[in-house]
């Protein structure tokens, strides 16, 4: 009987995607996962600092070349205040206030080149731990996929012997029928359910007598109203 051929088909189909599922979720292909994801992690930590620290080095010399002209322009202000005393209080206050402006812009100048270079430090200090960790971790991941990959090629020929066993199964069963699991693998695992006290064992639903009557015929393809599980009726 075709159902008989496919559902000895599906145990093979079954147990095949089962042990794919447990390759993938093995805990040694998890941590190098959870590893390479830490190292581009600090890939991206690191290309970040390096195009702060651009920034940062362009804004430097940018504030370093405008404080070396406000000091020229500041000198020379004061220069010509010697030499040209004010004339009056109203002149007096516009010169004090120009260089009262100047003193302020380099003030302000010299803040931020001691915060800039605070940030340089702390960035330079975050590169270094950055690279410690990441040289850690490179180890860590080398060694751990030797092993991985010992475990991998094993299961990797287990899982093809499991294939070429479904290979050799399917060639019992109908291509249309074989085709119709398939369709409904897509959206239902597994695709085939027993008939137990007249209910699918996939969905649980109870099935409707006209279903049923339909069941005693062996040739007849009978799926699950409810779930769209192949229904599988031993004798």
């Keep these: 009987m075709q159902l008989d051929a496919l559902w000895q088909f599906m145990q093979v189909d079954m147990d095949a995607d089962r042990f794919e599922a447990k390759m993938r979720q093995s805990e040694n292909r998890q941590k190098l996962i959870k590893q390479r994801n830490f190292l581009m992690e600090?890939?991206?930590?690191m290309k970040k600092l390096e195009s702060d620290i651009s920034v940062m080095k362009d804004r430097l010399e940018a504030i370093g070349d405008e404080s070396v002209r406000l000091e020229k322009v500041l000198n020379?202000?004061?220069?010509?205040i010697e030499t040209n005393p004010?004339?009056?209080?109203?002149?007096?206050?516009?010169?004090m206030e120009a260089v009262k402006k100047l003193l302020n812009t380099l003030t302000r100048y010299e803040h931020e080149l001691q915060k800039m270079r605070q940030d340089s430090e702390n960035r330079d200090r975050q590169q270094k731990e950055i690279r410690v960790r990441a040289a850690k971790t490179k180890v860590e991941y080398d060694q751990l996929k030797k092993?991985?990959?010992?475990?991998f090629k094993s299961d990797s020929e287990k899982l093809n012997q499991m294939r070429a066993?479904?290979?050799?199964?399917?060639?019992?069963v109908d291509a249309k029928l074989l085709e119709r699991y398939h369709a409904i693998k897509q959206h239902c695992t597994p695709p085939m359910?027993?008939?137990?006290?007249?209910?699918?064992?996939g969905c649980f639903m109870s099935l409707p007598s006209a279903t049923?009557?339909?069941?005693?015929?062996?040739?007849?393809i009978v799926e699950c109203d409810n779930c769209g599980r192949i229904i599988y009726a031993e004798d």
């Design 42 to 45: 600090q890939q991206t930590n």
């Design 165 to 172: 066993n479904i290979e050799q199964e399917a060639k019992r």
């Design 212 to 220: 049923m009557l339909v069941l005693k015929d062996k040739d007849k």
């Design 193 to 201: 359910a027993r008939l137990i006290n007249g209910q699918c064992s």
């Design 86 to 95: 004010p004339k009056d209080a109203d002149d007096a206050a516009q010169k």
């Design 76 to 80: 020379g202000l004061l220069a010509d």
């Design 147 to 151: 092993q991985y990959d010992v475990e």
